[in-house]
């Protein structure tokens, strides 16, 4: 017998030993990481969007991130309304906050200060998430409060993260 039909016999033997289950080549995927930016529009501004989903995620926030490009943010996605409050220790860069409904309405949009240990606070309860951009980027592109925030675009991270969207957005 040939030493390669030897080898090959051989490998053949330990592989059919493994009894684990195969998946599918189809069911393997990637999940896309919280360093992903997914396009967003915000009003009708093209954004791309890091989404902070898990509780460390939304902890960390942009903390330590020296500079932010003019149109990217974070958004902070939560499973329900409710009155929102951030805080900037351990950020470096002023920020601009929009607090915005379950259906994608800007409810309001705040200034936080890099460092402060203060919090920031929606004043509704109706905040569903939260996104953050370099401060003084809703004023220069002209986004305002009752603007929308593109949900598919969300929708469309949320699924790219591994996360059911239709828990955090309608």
């Known amino acids: 017998m040939s030493r ?5 016999l051989c490998v053949f033997g330990l592989t059919a030993c493994d009894n684990r289950p ?5 069911t393997v995927t990637e999940e896309a990481g919280i360093e992903v930016r997914f396009p967003v529009r915000i009003g009708p501004v093209a954004t791309r969007q890091r ?6 995620e939304k902890a960390r926030g942009l903390m330590a991130t020296a500079s932010l490009p003019e ?3 974070m958004a ?8 929102m409050s951030f805080w900037m220790k351990g950020t470096l860069l002023d920020l601009d906050i929009a607090f915005v409904a379950a259906d994608g309405t800007i409810l309001e949009i705040r200034t936080m200060q890099a460092g402060d240990t203060n919090t920031t606070s929606s004043a509704s309860e109706r905040a569903r998430f939260a996104v953050e951009m370099a401060a003084g980027w809703f004023a220069r592109r002209g986004v305002k409060a009752g603007d929308k925030v593109d949900l598919p675009g969300l929708r469309a991270g949320l699924a790219a993260r591994g996360f059911i969207a239709s828990h955090y957005l309608p």
Do not use: I, N
Request: aromatic residues 8%; negative net charge; glycine residues 4%.
């Open 71 to 73: 149109d990217e943010g």
């Open 4 to 8: 390669h039909l030897l080898v090959l």
């Open 51 to 56: 989404l902070a989903v898990t509780e460390l």
């Open 76 to 83: 902070f996605l939560y499973r329900d309304d409710t009155r």
């Open 22 to 26: 195969s998946r599918p080549a189809a």
